[in-house]
C-alpha cells in the first residue's frame, strides 16, 4: 500500500512562499499520476496541480497558474510543490494524492476520483 506524507505547510503573509513535499513511501514503482489538492474550511476539496510523472506533463488550476509548481525528485521519492506570490485565498488543507496506473484515464487528471492514494494534508495558512 503507497503510503503519502506531507510536509512544509505553515502560516506566511500574502507575497509569502512555501514549499510543500509529498514523501512517498512502501511502493513497487513510482505512481504515473500524482496530484496536489486542497480543501479550504465550508468549500469541496479541489486540484491544484496534477503530473503525469513518466513524462512530466503538469497541469494546474487556472487560479495558482505562474504561482505554483509541481515537480517530482524520484530520486528522494518525494513530490513537490513550490508555492509564490501566496494570497489568503490559497489558505487550506493541503493534500497529496497519488495513483499507480493508467487503466481508464489520461493523466495528469484533475478528478478526485482517479487517485486511490491520498495523505493526510497540510496546512496552509495566509494572512493579509
Known amino acids: 500500500q503507497v503510503q503519502l506524507v506531507e510536509s512544509g505547510g505553515g502560516s506566511v503573509q500574502t507575497g509569502g512562499s512555501l514549499r510543500l513535499s509529498c514523501a512517498v513511501s512502501?511502493?513497487?514503482?513510482?505512481?504515473?499520476?500524482m496530484g496536489w489538492f486542497r480543501q479550504a474550511p465550508g468549500k469541496e476539496r479541489e486540484v491544484v496541480a496534477a503530473?503525469?510523472?513518466?513524462?512530466?506533463?503538469?497541469t494546474y488550476v487556472n487560479s495558482v497558474k505562474g504561482r505554483f509548481t509541481i515537480s517530482q525528485d524520484k530520486a528522494k521519492s518525494t513530490l513537490y510543490l513550490q508555492m509564490y506570490s501566496l494570497k489568503p485565498e490559497d489558505t487550506a488543507m493541503y493534500y497529496c494524492?497519488?495513483?499507480?496506473?493508467?487503466?481508464?484515464?489520461?493523466?495528469?487528471?484533475?478528478?478526485?476520483?482517479?487517485?486511490?492514494?491520498w495523505g493526510q494534508g497540510t496546512q496552509v495558512t495566509v494572512s493579509s
Open positions: 503530473i503525469y510523472t513518466p513524462g512530466g506533463v503538469t
Open positions: 512502501r511502493y513497487n514503482y513510482w505512481p504515473t499520476c
Open positions: 494524492a497519488a495513483r499507480l496506473d493508467l487503466a481508464g484515464i489520461v493523466c495528469p487528471t484533475v478528478r478526485e476520483g482517479n487517485y486511490g492514494h
